[in-house]
């Protein structure tokens, strides 16, 4: 499947799964059967590296 807004080819990880992230430019593509459609974008969120997080993992 290419990305509806710049072209590139986007992994589908299940055939199943109605919506895909186009991996470059983060546009959010959902799918109707054969057709597709241009959603919007999605944040690229940075990981989470709180103190609270960090020691929330090293109590576990």
Do not use: W
């Not at 499947?1 to 072209?7: D, H, K, L, T, Y």
């Not at 059967?33 to 940075?46: H, T």
């Amino acid at each position: 499947m290419n990305c509806p807004s710049c072209g590139a080819q986007v992994p589908v990880r299940g055939p199943s799964l109605p919506y895909a992230t186009c991996p470059y430019c983060q546009t959010l593509i959902l799918r109707h059967g054969l057709d597709i459609e241009d959603v919007g974008k999605v944040a690229v969120l940075p990981f989470d590296v709180s103190p609270i997080q960090l020691v929330a993992r090293e109590k576990l």
